[in-house]
Each structure stands twice: as C-alpha cells, then as structure tokens.
Antibody, heavy 119, light 107 residues
Framework: QVQLQESGPGLVKPSETLSLTCTVS????????WTWTRQPPGKGLEWIGY???????NYNPSLKSRLTISVDTSKNQFSLKLSSVTAADTAVYYCAREVAGIYRYFDLWGRGTLVTVSS | DIQLTQSPSFLSASVGDRVTITCRAS??????LAWYQQNPGKAPTLLIY???TLQSGVPSRFSGSGSGTEFTLTISSLQPEDFATYYC?????????FGQGTKLEIK
C-alpha cells in the first residue's frame, strides 16, 4: 500500500527558504505524477505544482518565481523549495499522487505538515 | 485561472437527509472535475473524479453529475461520518484550482 509522508522544518524565518520532502513508501515514484498543495490555516486549498519522475514540472504561476520542485528517484522522494517566504506562506503543505490518464485526479495524500513563517 | 464557485459555503443538515453541493466553473472544463472530502486536521480524500466516477471504496450514497461549467455532488442519505468540508477541483487547465469549500454541519 503506497503511503506518502511529508517532512521538514515546522518554522521558517521570513525571507528564508522553505524546504520540504515527501517520501513515497510501498511503491515506486517512477509510476506517477507527484504534487504539492497547501492550505493556510482556516482557508481553502491551493495547488502548488507537480513533478513527473522524469523531472518535468509544472508550477502555479503565482509561485513560479520562488518555487523549485525536484525528484530523487534513488530515494523515492520528491521535494519542494519555496524561497523568500513571508507570513502568507504559512500553511499546511500536502504532498499527493496525481493519477494522469484520460482524467486526472489526486488519489493519495500525505497527512500534511504545518509550516509557520515567523521570526 | 479558472475560478470554481461552490454553493452553499455552509450547509446544515440532519442524518438521513439528502444534500446537494454545486460547483460552477468560470469557463468550460468538460468533465475534468474531482470532489474531495476533508475532516478537521486531516488531509483531503478523493470521492469522485471525472465528474461522475466514484473512487474505489467510497460509499455509493455519494454521486456526482455535470459537465462543462456546472457540477453537483449529492449525498443521498447523510451519515454521521459525512459531516465534513467538501471541495471541488478542476484539472482541465493549469493551474489546477479548487472551490472555496462547503462545510457540512449537523443541524
């Protein structure tokens, strides 16, 4: 059974870089697209971007200038880096698997990790 | 970006009720729509994809309909575990976007 687990610092200072990793267990990262979505406290969901195991990416234009998503197939992990963070980047960050056939959908999610941006 | 507007934003209902949530897209998205359920402090879980296809393991009291710009999620007979927040998501055009959510509360 495939599971996803986010990891990384829970507190980041303003202007610094937020770094998170999602570890895929119970299956291969070479099988799908892998995504990041975030949710500010008490608010709705925002899609951040995806990476394919080949390394191809697609980012939300609202974050593109600050965002890097990468994959390490040897570790079965993919990662997110968001630079120059502000309080507006405080959110629960979720990694998820995107099924990409005729129709696309996020069928498997990690439990999420809260990242707070504060000095 | 494609905007998704859910209605209502809040819904109060009782166990056994039939409820419907609507999701309207700012432009046509064919059937590239998914519905998720989210309980407090938990990750979203997939209910329906391709507008009408029930994800494996999801109870049959959930159903989806629609195409183009108007979609609905229906729960035929509410169970206690269904009181949660529901989100629609369009996967037709990047960036993917979500509706603002519908919080379903016990009356």
């Amino acid at each position: 059974q495939v599971q996803l687990q986010e990891s990384g610092p829970g507190l980041v200072k303003p202007s610094e870089t937020l770094s998170l990793t999602c570890t895929v267990s119970g299956g291969s990262i070479r099988s799908s697209y892998w995504t990041w979505t975030r949710q500010p406290p008490g608010k709705g969901l925002e899609w951040i971007g995806y990476i394919h195991h080949s390394g191809s990416t697609n980012y939300n234009p609202s974050l593109k200038s600050r965002l890097t998503i990468s994959v390490d197939t040897s570790k079965n992990q993919f990662s997110l880096k968001l630079s120059s963070v502000t309080a507006a980047d405080t959110a629960v960050y979720y990694c998820a698997r995107e099924v990409a056939g005729i129709y696309r959908y996020f069928d498997l999610w990690g439990r999420g990790t809260l990242v707070t941006v504060s000095s | 970006d494609i905007q998704l507007t859910q209605s209502p934003s809040f819904l109060s209902a009782s166990v056994g009720d039939r409820v419907t949530i609507t999701c309207r897209a700012s432009q046509g998205i064919s059937s590239y729509l998914a519905w998720y359920q989210q309980n407090p402090g938990k990750a979203p879980t997939l209910l329906i994809y391709a507008a009408v296809t029930l994800q494996s393991g999801v109870p049959s009291r959930f159903s989806g309909s629609g195409s183009g710009t108007e979609f609905t999620l229906t729960i035929s007979s509410l169970q206690p575990e269904d009181f949660a927040t529901y989100y629609c998501q369009q996967l037709n055009t990047y960036p993917y976007t979500f509706g603002q959510g519908t919080k379903l509360e016990i009356k």
